[in-house]
């Protein structure tokens, strides 16, 4: 039986936590969903979760063969694409302590997964986006502005702030063929694999912080994503939409 699905969405990392919160959203408004993650047993949970809406494959977003080659077989399945949404990446950390060697490392990882990603997952989707009516989603940070909320987040903070660089970067190029790009900067959004493990005296220390009084929930990342994709957000392109309960406002 053929399906009628509204528009055709590609997430990174939409297998877990924001990604997995996103995709379903879409899912409920009758998208249909395309998942690209590393973890096969995610994916596999999430293909049957989400199904007959979604289908998974298995790629590292840093590695540009398996981009060219998952971006290629979802366009023959699909055709045109609505909405990418760039949310692959990871946190690492390091200290100014540590070895040279381990720090490089580090950085290599965490540039590869957070932006580097993003970067290779546009170029190769930009060309198949509908237009006009296309739209790119990037899932950028509060530590973009912040530097991270401790020491050692460095790379992950300069990692979240090259991904504010390429919403500004690819909206200036694609936005006068009809195709918006944007940024979600998320605050503290509570039990995802990021933030799962922090301890509770961390966590209200940061709510004590926020101007709303709760965590922030991967579903107002999800409801933000749905806007952005959104016709009505057609004449907003280039931004940075914080959601992050007044932890920080005025960027």
Known sequence: MNRQYKRNIIITGGNSGMGRAMAEAFVRVQDRVFI????????????????????????????REQVAT???????????IDVLVNAAGFTG????????????REWDATIDA?????????????????????????????????????????????SKSGLLGLTCGFARELSPQGITVNAIAPGF??????????????VNGIIAQTPVGRAGHVDDIAAAALYLASPGASFVTGEVLNVNGGWLFGH
């Not at 949970?45 to 998974?56: F, G, I, R, S, V």
């Not at 998952?70 to 045109?80: D, L, S």
């Not at 950390?93 to 490089?104: I, M, N, R, W």
């Not at 039990?191 to 922090?198: D, E, H, I, K, L």
Request: net charge negative; charged share 20%; proline share 5%.
């Open 36 to 63: 690209i993650g590393r973890d096969e047993e995610r994916l596999r949970a999430t293909e049957q979760a989400l199904e007959p809406h979604a289908a998974c494959y298995r790629a590292d977003v840093s590695q």
């Open 70 to 80: 998952t971006v290629a077989e979802i366009v023959e399945r699909a055709g045109i």
């Open 93 to 104: 950390g390091v200290l100014t302590g540590v070895p040279l060697d381990e720090a490089e």
């Open 114 to 158: 957070n932006l580097k990603g993003s970067f290779l997952m546009t170029m190769a989707v930009a060309p198949h986006l509908r237009r006009p009516g296309g739209r790119i989603i990037f899932i950028s940070s509060i530590a973009a502005f912040t530097g991270g909320s401790r020491p050692g987040s460095a790379i992950y903070a300069a």
């Open 189 to 202: 959004i509570a039990n995802t694999n990021f933030t799962g493990a922090w301890s509770e005296e961390r």
